[in-house]
């Protein structure tokens, strides 16, 4: 008896172990269980899944014919494969497809395979001609979001943002996708986003302009780091004026530098000037952008008209002047008035996170995928922070992002205060707490604690 007990307790001991690593580092006990059992299963039955799946193709004839003369019949090929090499949340293949296959083969297959082998999800992509990449996901990396354990390497205007369903990080680069449209209900994640991109942007020498017509709730907190605040139609209608103008200054100087001598760059954009001389990019946050269309009377509805037509010459010019949106709303559509439609067709970037109503997920990608709204509207309530992401591309995917709280998000914008950099025709609309920050000492910026939504 006390032998057995001997044996038995490291063994119970051992199972709880890994259970608690299961539940508490999913990635460690991927890398030492889940991975070594995946990955057997993957290179044990490739050949039958493949066949039982109808992804393989008839031997070539000198297959055939070989077999023939050894008395055997030749076997379907399956693609070629590269070994299954891990990943954080699963692992990936590299496939070789073989003449008339194609990869939606794969992707109508991808739910046979997950089941096949095991995995929580497979996702197929096409990396380029006759070549696939098969990642299998060995968990659900969207029902617990944890914060990259490795700084993700990232630059200027490029941030990651939230892990997508494929374990793959979504990065938000402004100077690939200039302008980007923010959507979703009321506790639905739509702030936390947000809240992951300012903390992102607040640590690089970025201009940010907030337009928040609710009285400045949204933005407020984060008035430190803020260049210019516009917090209703009237000073924010002024602020666009101011933005305009910085816009044409911008192309002037642009202009400028093909004519300083026959040495000189020649550029169409703020990139393509010397370090010495470059303006310093602006992103302009547009919050609840809904508040900037309501009109009660003629005056609201000229000033509205005026407001549009300015956002939708920076979303159609900022790029190369260095100016990128940021459009957040829990609706944006045809039905908020004149030249909407427009400005929502200028913002390629699009996040959906739970909306309402069908109609608007539709509003935001039904012009990118018709799949990728269907997805929209079936985010539960239960689960916040988590959307779809597309872009004009066609392409797109669920994303979540890491819960940080208000508190976390402005003592970051406290911290990096002195980052502000000198505009001065936005000196006007600086926020006076701003200011007062910038004139006190600021501590190192800290990152701030992030866990998944709940909220």
């Known amino acids: 008896m006390t032998d057995t007990l001997s044996v038995l307790l490291p063994v119970l001991l051992a199972i709880v172990a890994l259970l608690m690593m299961r539940r508490r580092t999913p990635v460690v006990f991927w890398w030492l269980v889940g991975y070594p059992i995946v ?179 949204e933005l407020a907190p984060f008035a430190p780091r803020l260049s210019a605040l516009a917090d209703t139609p009237d000073r924010a209608n002024e602020l666009l004026d101011a933005l305009m103008e910085e816009m044409e200054a911008r192309f002037r100087l642009i202009g400028l530098s093909g004519v300083a001598g026959p040495d000189a760059v020649l550029t169409s954009d703020l990139w393509g000037l010397p370090e010495a001389v470059r303006p310093v990019p602006v992103v302009v946050v547009v919050d609840e952008v809904a508040e900037l269309f309501l009109a009660a009377n003629k005056d609201d509805e000229k000033r509205r008209d005026a407001m549009v037509t300015k956002l939708i010459r920076l979303a159609q010019l900022g790029r190369a002047a260095g100016i990128y949106l940021e459009v957040c709303g829990q609706r944006f559509g045809a039905e908020l008035g004149k030249g909407a439609t427009m400005l929502r067709a200028q913002l390629t970037g699009r996040v959906c996170h739970r909306v309402n109503d069908e109609a608007s997920a539709n509003m935001a990608l039904a012009d990118i995928s018709p799949e990728a709204a269907l997805g929209a509207t079936s985010i539960p309530a239960e689960r916040p922070g988590v959307a779809v992401v597309g872009d004009s591309s066609g392409g797109w995917s669920r994303v979540r992002s890491p819960h940080i709280t208000l508190d976390d998000a402005a003592a970051v914008c406290r911290d990096t205060a002195a980052l502000v950099p000198e505009l001065p025709r936005l000196d006007s609309f600086r926020p006076a707490v701003a200011v007062e920050s910038a004139g006190s000492p600021t501590k190192t910026a800290s990152a701030p604690t992030a866990r998944p939504v709940t909220e």
């Not at 090499?85 to 990869?103: E, I, Y």
């Not at 939606?104 to 197929?124: I, K, M, N, P, Q």
């Not at 996901?137 to 944890?146: F, M, Y």
């Not at 986003?193 to 302009?209: F, I, K, P």
């Open 39 to 217: 990955a057997l299963r993957v290179i044990i039955s490739y050949r039958a899944t493949m066949d039982a799946c109808g992804l393989t193709v008839p031997a070539s004839a000198i297959r055939m014919a070989t077999a023939r003369v050894m008395g055997r019949q030749a076997a379907p090929v399956p693609p070629r494969r590269s070994f299954p090499r891990p990943t954080g949340s699963g692992l990936v293949m590299r496939l070789r497809m073989a003449t008339g296959q194609a990869p939606e083969d794969f992707t109508a297959s991808a739910d046979r395979l997950r089941h096949a082998w095991g995995a929580h999800a497979v996702h197929v992509r096409s990396t380029k001609p006759g070549w696939l990449e098969l990642r299998l996901v060995g968990w659900d990396v969207l029902a617990e979001v944890r914060p990259a354990r490795r700084r993700l390497a990232a630059g200027l205007l490029c941030l990651p943002l939230a892990p997508r369903e494929d374990g793959r990080w979504h990065v938000r680069d402004f100077r690939t996708v200039p302008h980007e449209l923010i959507l979703g209900a009321t506790q639905s994640g739509k702030s936390v986003y947000l809240r992951n991109l300012l903390c992102g942007l607040a640590r690089q020498r970025v201009v940010l302009v907030g337009i928040d017509c609710k009285w400045g709730v």
